[in-house]
């Protein structure tokens, strides 16, 4: 073998591996290396390929962002048409298309009108994505070209477009495939990665998209596949322009996903129209837990057979429908924006419209999030707009309708004294902290600054600090906080440890028992677990996640409310702007002043202790150095620094000449680290965040200590369906309490699912990915064994 075949063979397996694992990975949800193990195979490929450029192939992964932006799409013409398909809006229209096919099919013979074709015939089903057409082409096994549907006789080529598509595989797996292989699908965005976009492009005061389907047909249509790439796409095939791949749709599907295509998991064979019915409804249940957007289900005749038999129309085939979902968007006039104050005194704007049906739901309020959008939406009062509402989410306006913009709209102002006390309104400053610097920019959110002197932020605070996930205070409900509010009986969450016998019997609605009731709600509530009573307060970007962490990390109310930012951002999943938000919470005197009448009146926070021992000796000296963020150190050059001075103080009292010796520090490096720790600001900062660490423990000088695991580090559990001997908050608490991570959907980093009555598509999932399922005995059999 020559050093060229050599080369050639390791390219190619290289090429496999890598393919073998995307494969695993977008289409499977089930990877088998980790990301590293996977990085390392990619960057050795990407080496190879540069050292011999001449063996590069147009199916290597390495190439699916390549080449210069077009100038314009180039039109294809397909060789089989991409039709629409036909709508039923009502199980009328369902029961037709049912009995249609049946009487042409194997059913009830054609003029048996009273006959029920019914069970008959057996339908494939998959979600309708909403999303944009495509089809793609394989000649020999690799990815030749990919078109729009268009008009569905000629669309465009976006080849160099859906090549940047993850999950779509640039070679096919496996063997037998025809020479040339149509693949048609939906290229779709994911909600997650939708929101993940807009939130970028807002904070780079780009135009968000206003849903998904359009940021995915925006992101195929773009000229620069370099643009597509950051997109977060994903393809879903729904079959092919080959009938003859194997005798049924489903079957079709199937052996496109053996060949590395991704069809969709939610496909299913079900026979009649009961089973297409009991189908749409499980989907329109299921329809708000999905990570994308579906505006109904389409049902295919499953036998390819009876498909041929039944043909075509003008524009749609005989065998397929696609049965709506309720529309989410419709039209409507803007007749009022109204503001309402929060609980940290944001001044939100509200939509007053005039009433519509959206999504099966009367719609007369909607979000407008904050001015930046009403801005970016160039909205008036009385525009026609464009509303948009997913299952529980709160309706939005997405789009103005700027032809039917009256001669009278009116723009909308942020009013200058807050709605509800008549307190200053200002806009926040936003801190962006990059480089050891910090820039100040004017943020999205304005305030009032009346505090709790705000009815509206008092009624507020004190509802989130009553609720179940915080101090869990049973009988205060929004009707009667208001009343506490309005007779001026409560002022700050410390009064209402305060209320007396009197004072509770005479509100409205109390007697006897039930002010015995709340008073006995209320003082059972004074021995909270730290978490619930740091979710309480109200921290800015505090949710229960991050209040369990601090809890569970730093160990006591004094630590986390002493805590710098520098060292909050070493606990897992608090980054830096959370890690101020905190520290600024505890450092502004009236927090810290209702914080300590709380424990005056009687407050005595459960599960404090020490700093966690996994956190001793846990931040090394060079990640330290690293955290600063001064230009041109990075992990690598931290090391470097911290290798050579051994010691924090060395490294402060280093000049010019000690810095220079420094190995293979650039000088440019090294003249930015030294005005970094000349300024007196950032040396004190540096070492009081140094001394802290020293204090709790984590200093690198610190001997780590080896304690034993949790028994279930590191997994993650899934809870689903009823459980007769647990609430699903105690449940978890328990699973917490051992280690154990509780998400809400499952997926190939499930551990373990617990499967109670009724318990729905989790389980499915889970049977689908061979994930280990408990039911409720032999999960409480589990915890009994492991605590």
């Not at 089930?30 to 063996?55: G, K, N």
């Not at 999205?444 to 600090?465: D, E, M, T, Y």
Request: charged content about 25%; aromatic content about 6%.
């Amino acid at each position: 073998m020559t050093a060229t075949d050599s080369i050639k063979q390791q390219l190619q397996q290289l090429r496999t591996q890598i393919l073998q694992h995307d494969y695993q990975y977008y289409v499977l949800d089930a990877p088998t290396v980790p990301d590293a193990e996977y990085d390392r195979l990619f960057r050795q490929l990407q080496q190879l390929e540069q050292e011999h450029p001449d063996l590069v192939t147009a199916d290597s992964p390495t190439r699916r962002v390549a080449g210069q932006p077009l100038s314009a799409f180039s039109q294809v013409r397909h060789a089989v048409p991409m039709l629409s398909l036909g709508n039923a809006f009502a199980e009328a229209d369902m029961q037709a298309f049912v009995q249609r096919v049946g009487l042409a099919g194997d059913g009830p013979v054609v003029g048996d009108l009273f006959a029920v074709a019914d069970a008959a015939v057996e339908f494939c089903c998959e979600p309708k994505l909403d999303g944009l057409a495509v089809s793609i082409l394989y000649r020999d096994g690799v990815l030749v070209q990919a078109a729009t549907r268009g008009d569905g006789t000629t669309g465009e080529d976006i080849t160099h477009n859906v090549r940047t598509i993850r999950n779509v595989p640039l070679r096919l797996l496996g063997t037998s495939w025809p020479d040339e292989l149509e693949v048609r699908g939906e290229v779709y965005m994911p909600l997650a990665g939708f929101e993940a976009m807009n939130e970028r492009l807002r904070e780079e005061n780009a135009k968000p998209f206003a849903n998904p389907r359009n940021a995915a047909a925006g992101s195929l249509r773009q000229l620069d596949a370099r643009i597509t790439a950051t997109r977060p796409l994903k393809f879903c095939s729904y079959g092919s322009a080959s009938s003859d791949l194997a005798d049924s749709q489903s079957a079709t599907l199937e052996q496109l996903k053996r060949w590395g295509i991704p069809v969709s998991p939610e496909m299913r064979v079900v026979s009649g129209l009961q089973g297409c019915l009991e189908y749409y409804r499980d989907m329109g249940e299921r329809r708000d837990r999905l990570d994308y957007e579906i505006d109904g289900v389409v049902f295919k005749v499953n036998s390819v057979e009876q498909q041929q038999e039944l043909g075509f129309r003008a524009r749609e085939p005989r065998w397929a429908i696609a049965y709506k979902f309720p529309a989410r968007e419709e039209i409507t006039v803007l007749q009022a924006v109204e503001f309402q104050v929060g609980r940290t005194g944001a001044i939100t704007p509200v939509a007053r419209l005039q009433p519509v049906q959206v999504g099966g739901v009367t719609v007369s309020n909607a979000t407008l999030h904050n001015m930046d959008e009403i801005q970016r939406l160039g909205l008036m009062v009385g525009d026609s707009v464009i509303v948009r509402r997913a299952g529980d989410v709160i309706p939005k306006v997405t789009q103005v309708v700027p032809e039917r913009r009256p001669a009278d709209a009116r723009a909308v102002e942020m009013p200058q004294q807050c709605p509800e006390c008549g307190a200053d309104v200002e806009r926040t400053q936003l801190v962006r902290r990059s480089k050891g610097r910090e820039t100040l920019s004017e943020g999205a959110i304005w305030r009032c600054v009346g505090r709790l002197s705000c009815p509206a932020q008092l009624k507020q605070a004190l509802l989130h600090f009553v609720s179940r996930k915080a101090m869990e205070i049973d009988g205060l409900g929004e009707k009667i906080l208001d009343q506490l509010v309005e007779r001026q009986l409560v002022q700050s969450p410390a009064d209402l440890y305060r209320l007396t016998h009197e004072q509770v019997i005479g509100l409205d609605g109390f007697a006897e028992l039930s002010t015995q009731n709340l008073l006995d709600a209320l003082a059972a509530s004074k021995q909270p677990e730290l978490a619930r009573f740091l979710f309480a307060l109200g921290i800015p970007d505090v949710g229960e996640e991050t209040a369990k962490t601090l809890a569970r990390t730093l160990g006591s109310l004094h630590n986390i409310s002493r805590a710098l930012p520098q060292t909050l951002m070493w606990l897992p999943d608090v980054g830096a702007e959370v890690a101020h938000e905190i520290h600024n919470f505890f450092q502004d005197a009236h927090n810290s002043s209702v914080v300590q009448d709380l424990l005056r009146c009687g407050i005595r926070l459960q599960g404090e202790g020490e700093v966690a021992a996994g956190l001793r000796g846990s931040v090394s000296l060079a990640a330290f150095i690293e955290q600063w963020q001064v230009s041109g150190i990075a992990r690598t050059g931290a090391q470097r620094l911290a290798e050579h001075f051994g010691t924090l103080d060395k490294l402060l009292a280093a000049d010019w000449l000690d810095l220079s010796a420094v190995p293979r520090l650039p000088e440019k490096t090294a003249r930015a680290l030294r005005e970094y720790l000349q300024d007196e600001q950032n040396r004190t900062q540096v070492q009081a965040a140094e001394q802290q660490l020293l204090e709790f423990g984590m200093h690198w000088s610190c001997e780590a200590v080896q304690g034993e695991a949790a028994p279930l580090e590191g997994q993650t559990w899934v809870l689903t369906g009823t459980l007769s001997q647990l609430t699903r908050s105690e449940a978890k608490q328990q699973l917490e309490a051992l280690g154990a991570k509780v998400a809400g959907s499952v997926s190939a980093k499930t551990s373990v699912v617990v499967a109670g009555e009724a318990a729905g598509s989790k389980l499915a999932r889970a049977q689908e990915l061979g994930i280990r399922v408990l039911d409720e005995e032999q999960f409480l059999q589990e915890l009994a064994r492991l605590q």
